[in-house]
């Protein structure tokens, strides 16, 4: 594990466990922000199901969420695991100080490697960046979202900039919703139903940001909206994991490329695509203000 630290905050890496955030915590009142671990920290093997593993914490979804072939030739026989490449496997440390660390991976599935770096802007603010090369000979179509399981312990609020934006159910139930009505239900505030989970992608937004306003702090999330077009939103009110006693509440605040945790439910055009021997860059920032 790495700690990185500021005056604010502190942040557990994990290169070893598919490079995800472990817990952030800010420092004076000891508040931790993501679901603590669940199991002990294993890294998850690459043929490994993620499932079985500590699903605590913030990881990285790439090149896919939802398990399954990738959809275009040459790679189409090739299975994807379950939230991506990137929750399997360990991330190698290129760099590591006080407040950055640089890891590095190779794609075992598809032909790419990755940079990741996490680092602090600002005494309250992580920055999230990638760099991902395609080194095949054909396009490489992918879905990259954050994923960080946010302790909610009760009332919240979400706020997401625009209006009349795009509602989207997943996995689709076929029917137009608008922000942030969905079965009657104000998801902005309104917990679902105890034993439920719900995944939703909110688009339309009109700039590249959105909040999760909580009694204590507010957690405000910033992105390039052309690169992030999407922001999706899952609900788990004490439903998950599913095959044990844990369960746990929380809400996962999801910047992502695409509206769908699948590569191919959506037209081509929804999905970034990575030319031959080209390289993709985008970056998150997550800023954490306490309340008074």
């Given at each position: ?75 189409s026989t090739l299975h994807l695991p379950d939230l991506g490449e990137w929750t ?136 390039d909206l052309e690169v992030l077009p999407a922001v999706g939103l899952w609900f ?26 699948l590569l191919d439910e959506l037209d081509i055009s929804r999905y970034p695509r ?19």
């Amino acid at each position: 594990m790495i700690r990185l630290a500021s005056s604010l905050l502190s942040v557990d890496v994990l290169p070893e466990v598919g490079g995800k955030i472990g817990q952030i915590t800010e420092m004076l009142s000891g508040t931790k922000f993501l679901v603590s671990p669940q199991k002990e920290y294993r890294t998850v093997p690459h043929d490994g199901d993620w499932l079985r593993h500590d699903t605590s914490g913030m990881d990285d979804c790439f090149p896919n969420v939802a398990a399954g072939l990738y959809p275009d030739e040459p790679w189409s026989t090739l299975h994807l695991p379950d939230l991506g490449e990137w929750t399997h496997g360990s991330w190698d440390v290129l760099n590591a100080g006080k407040r950055q660390v640089v890891m590095t991976q190779a794609g075992r599935v598809l032909p790419y490697s990755a940079i990741k770096t996490v680092q602090f802007i600002d005494e309250g603010t992580l920055e999230f960046s990638y760099r991902v090369r395609n080194r095949g000979q054909s396009p490489m179509r992918f879905l990259w979202s954050a994923h960080p399981l946010i302790s909610v312990e009760d009332v919240y609020k979400l706020e997401l900039p625009g209006e009349k934006l795009a509602l989207r159910s997943f996995p689709d139930d076929g029917f137009q919703h608008t922000w942030p009505i969905l079965e009657e239900m104000d998801l902005s505030r309104q917990w679902i139903m105890r034993g439920k989970s719900r995944k939703v992608f909110v688009t339309g937004l009109a700039d590249g940001w959105c909040s999760l306003w909580l009694p204590r702090h507010k957690l405000h999330f910033t992105f390039d909206l052309e690169v992030l077009p999407a922001v999706g939103l899952w609900f788990n009110h004490y439903a998950f994991p599913a095959w044990n006693d844990r369960q746990f509440r929380c809400i996962a605040v999801e910047p992502c490329t695409s509206p769908s945790d699948l590569l191919d439910e959506l037209d081509i055009s929804r999905y970034p695509r990575i030319p031959p021997q080209d390289t993709a860059v985008w970056s998150m920032r997550l800023s954490i203000e306490p309340l008074t």
